[in-house]
């Protein structure tokens, strides 16, 4: 759950599931005379826009905090269940599609790096940790074996291929959620792949109420729209999940838009 704090006090409850939706939309139309279309093209914009898949069951009861106020995923401290969630997300993009789920992989791999460069982090997390990523490992393995003699698959399991269709996946993601809480109203996202073979770029992301800019550019169309809904809730902070929960499910939707330009 991503929860917007809205300038009237309102609260925006949007799904982590929505957002990567609209993570495929920024990278949809990626593609253009300076920057290579990713391909498998299908398959990669399948793996960004399930990529937080994972959280749908919590989703459906979504938490509180200890103070009443609604649980958003940057608040979720919980090692084992985060985990979980990533290791629901990939098993469940597996059987849609094997490469999109290994996106999944890589993604939540390349997240868990940085907390294993933490000397501070406990011990018993970091032994999870690190099981959870010897889980990927082997399955990049298992996957690249089946797909071996694969004309399409098999170029694309490389590794400059994949961690390339893995960033674009972290471009989407992290311009989505820079608009939708919203973070700073600028950034520079790096490592935005070129040619899909290991030429990457920063692009610096802008944005208002209204509008999105990147520049470089990297679409091939001239402009285009994004957008996100969530559920709107005038109560803050809730004495029970249970009625929480009921807000939620009676609570209007609102939907909010930005216009995609160059920067």
């Not at 990529?51 to 919590?58: K, V």
């Not at 109560?235 to 209007?252: E, K, V």
Request: proline share 6%; net charge negative; aromatic share 10%.
């Amino acid at each position: 759950m991503i929860v917007r704090e809205l300038p009237n006090g309102q609260l925006l409850c949007i799904h982590q599931t929505s957002h990567a939706l609209m993570a495929e939309e920024l990278c949809r139309h990626w593609g253009n005379r300076d920057f290579a279309r990713p391909e498998p093209y299908a398959a990669v914009m399948l793996g960004i826009a399930q990529h937080d898949n994972g959280w749908y069951e919590w989703e459906l009861q979504p938490k509180l905090r200890v103070d009443g106020y609604p649980e958003d995923f940057l608040h979720e401290s919980d090692v084992d269940a985060k985990l979980q969630l990533w290791r629901r997300g990939i098993d469940r993009l597996h059987a849609q599609h094997p490469y999109a789920a290994l996106m999944l992989s890589r993604h939540a791999v390349l997240l868990y790096e940085g907390d294993l460069a933490n000397a501070a982090l406990p011990a018993e997390a970091r032994r999870r940790t690190e099981e959870f990523a010897d889980e990927q490992a082997q399955l990049l393995a298992t996957v690249r074996t089946r797909f071996a003699g694969d004309p399409i698959y098999a170029p694309a399991l490389r590794d400059q291929t994949l961690d390339a269709n893995t960033w674009l996946l972290k471009f989407g993601d992290s311009a989505s959620l820079q608009v939708i809480i919203p973070w700073a109203a600028e950034r520079t996202l790096p490592h935005c792949p070129v040619d899909f073979c290991g030429a990457d770029t920063p692009i610096m992301m802008r944005h208002d109420a209204q509008t999105i800019t990147f520049d470089p550019w990297p679409f091939g169309v001239d402009a285009f729209e994004v957008s996100i809904h969530g559920k709107l809730l005038e109560q803050r902070t809730f004495h029970t999940g249970a009625a929480y929960h009921a807000a939620l499910a009676q609570a209007p939707y609102l939907r909010l838009a930005w216009q995609v330009t160059p920067g």
